[in-house]
């Protein structure tokens, strides 16, 4: 089976913490093009917008669209000096202006939704494979993603796919990863992603063929 997987970086732009001269994000998952994942697995890169009105028409469109089997969007954080495994997204508290200078008038993503969405991958067994693998990078576990577009973002792939994406938050790059390092990462992540989800399938076929 080949196994689609969408990867969302976001656009450069003002966020919470500053302009960002340089996107890492963007720069990461150029370097994991460049790296690729496994044979049986379709890569695609879609860059996002830092809005909340394009993110909100964006993010259904391309899962009704494309019904990929994980999708992964990548940010980058100010405050990070780790790759950042993201456990879930926020539904309320959106009160940052985006690029657009706009706010939503609710302060939340999807209104009558419920506060908080999880992942369905289990953000803590990759951490702890990717970690065993020795990779010059740390990478942690996180369940505030920020409540500005990057959670918000989160939130509405979460809700749209049924728990079926993943938010990876990088450094800047040189604080204090290369290139080069962030790519390696997200390679590995994501393929330990895509394994623990599909074990995860199997196990819930195997208890519905029971």
């Not at 689609?4 to 001269?21: M, N, Q």
């Not at 939340?108 to 506060?115: A, I």
């Not at 702890?128 to 010059?136: F, Q």
Request: proline residues 5%.
């Amino acid at each position: 089976m080949i196994s689609s997987v969408w990867i969302f970086p976001s656009l450069p732009g003002f966020g919470p913490f500053g302009e960002h001269a340089v996107n890492a994000s963007w720069i990461a998952v150029q370097e994991l093009e460049k790296l690729g994942l496994r044979d049986d697995v379709d890569l695609h890169v879609y860059e996002v917008p830092v809005e909340y009105q394009t993110v909100q028409r964006l993010i259904p469109a391309l899962w009704k669209k494309h019904s990929p089997q994980l999708v992964v969007h990548v940010g980058v954080s100010g405050m990070a000096t780790t790759v950042t495994l993201e456990k879930c997204g926020h539904n309320v508290g959106y009160k940052g202006l985006d690029n657009c200078r706009f706010c939503p008038g609710s302060q939340c993503c999807v209104e009558g939704g419920p506060e908080c969405i999880d992942s369905i991958i289990d953000m803590d067994t990759v951490c702890r494979r990717v970690s065993a693998l020795g990779l010059d990078v740390t990478v942690t576990i996180s369940k505030d993603a920020g409540r500005y577009l990057c959670d918000f973002t989160y939130y509405t792939s979460l809700y749209q796919s049924r728990g079926r994406s993943a938010f990876v938050h990088v450094p800047p790059l040189g604080k204090p990863y290369t290139a080069e390092q962030l790519g390696r990462a997200l390679q590995a992540i994501i393929e330990e992603m895509l394994d623990v989800l599909e074990h995860s399938e199997d196990k819930i076929n195997c208890q519905h063929e029971h």
